[in-house]
Each structure stands twice: as structure tokens, then as C-alpha cells.
């Protein structure tokens, strides 16, 4: 079965410019959820959306990031405007709607804000 | 607020050597306690998934373990291979919260 695709890899803009990044997943799977890596930490959660309804939301910073998953399927995570400590690798992963189930992630957006 | 701490961010072993890694955490309680394992420009991969129930799971060469006393997982590659070299991280599921609180990961090398 295909993967999670996000798209584009790389991204490299100056700061207070906006930026958006789109996530395809599994087909079939309900929940979809966008995490923020740090250079040297783990995947921090920023959203979780369950078929298209925002479930947390707790740790997106809502003054300037923004998601949404139309017709429950993909999603965009869109950063306006950008700050320096918004580089980071932006993961997209999706699973079925399961307690404990696993979660497939995307190859992830690197961001760089200069 | 939640923590998760895993052993130091770097850990070195000899080839066929087994790697032992640790997660211990504070807080809440999980349900579910998951390992990962992520290579450079990539996206974490599930490798194994232990309920809060359970001491122990096996598969292949990887053996989790559970202390719920203790607050802590450890996650033992054995016979390891230099193409087990990568970051490992552990990641907690509360009771139906159905997402996950990642650690910081531990980055290990298996040396030839």
C-alpha cells in the first residue's frame, strides 16, 4: 500500500514570510496528525484531526499556524508568518482510529527560516 | 506536564552486542507505550507496542519491557547489526487520547 506522501521535502523561506505544506495519507485511515521536529528532539504534536474534525489542537500555536483536512482526507499546515524557531522538520503521519494503533509518517517538510 | 526522558542521546556498541535503551517518564499513566525507530531524513517507523498490562513483548530481536512501578520501558536490541544503527524513540498514548507524547530519542551506532 502507498505511504503517507507530503510534499514539498525541503522549504526554505525568510522570516515573516508564510508557508504551506500539504499531506496525503493512507488511504482509508481517519486520523491524521501534524508533528513539529526539532534538530535533536522528538516529534512534538501540533494537531490531531480525526476524519476532518480538529480532536487537539492544545500545542499548535494558533497565531500563526493554521491546518485543515477537507473532506477528511488531506491536510495543509500552513505557518503565517514564519519565525526563526519555526525551522524545524514538519511530519505528517496517519492511522486508523484505534486506541494504541500505530502511526504511519510521511518523509516530513524541512523548514528553514533565515 | 508530561516528560519522557531516554538514556543518554548517543549510545555506542559493539557489533553483536546487546543494546539496551531506556525510557522513563513522569506523570500520567500510559495505556500504550510505543518504540520508533527513525534514520536520518526520514520519518519515524513503529517497531513495537506494549500495553500497560503487559511485562513483556518480543519480536524477532527486539524485546520490550513495561514497569509500571518503576515508570520506565526498556527496549533491547540483541545480536545487533551495524544496520541497526539509528534513533530510536519512545512514545506514550494516554487512555483514549489516541496521540502520542514522543521522547527525545537516544541515537545509537553499532560498531563493526
Known amino acids: 500500500e502507498a505511504g503517507v506522501a507530503q510534499s514539498p521535502r525541503y522549504k526554505i523561506i525568510e522570516k515573516r514570510q508564510s508557508v504551506a505544506f500539504w499531506c496525503n495519507p493512507i488511504s482509508g485511515h481517519a486520523t491524521l496528525y501534524w508533528y513539529q521536529q526539532i534538530l535533536g528532539q522528538g516529534p512534538k504534536l501540533l494537531i490531531q484531526f480525526q476524519n476532518n474534525g480538529v480532536v487537539d489542537d492544545s500545542q499548535l500555536p494558533k497565531d500563526r499556524f493554521s491546518a485543515e483536512r477537507l473532506k477528511g482526507v488531506d491536510s495543509t499546515l500552513k505557518i503565517q508568518p514564519a519565525k526563526l524557531e519555526d525551522s524545524a522538520v514538519y511530519l505528517c503521519a496517519s492511522s486508523s482510529n484505534k486506541a494504541g494503533g500505530e502511526q504511519y509518517f510521511g518523509p516530513g517538510t524541512r523548514l528553514t527560516v533565515t | ?112
Open chain 2, 1 to 112: 506536564s508530561q516528560k519522557i526522558e531516554q538514556n543518554s542521546e548517543a549510545l555506542n556498541i559493539q557489533e553483536g552486542k546487546t543494546a539496551t535503551l531506556t525510557c522513563n517518564y513522569t506523570n500520567y499513566s500510559p495505556a500504550y507505550l510505543q518504540w520508533y525507530r527513525q534514520d536520518p531524513g526520514r520519518g519515524p517507523v513503529f517497531l513495537l507496542l506494549i500495553r500497560e498490562n503487559e511485562k513483556e513483548k518480543r519480536k524477532e530481536r527486539l524485546k520490550v519491557t513495561f514497569d509500571t512501578t518503576l515508570k520506565q520501558s526498556l527496549f533491547h536490541i540483541t545480536a545487533s547489526q551495524p544496520a541497526d544503527s539509528a534513533t530510536y524513540l519512545c512514545a506514550l498514548e494516554r487512555t483514549g487520547a489516541n496521540n502520542l507524547f514522543f521522547g527525545t530519542g537516544t541515537r545509537l551506532t553499532v560498531i563493526p
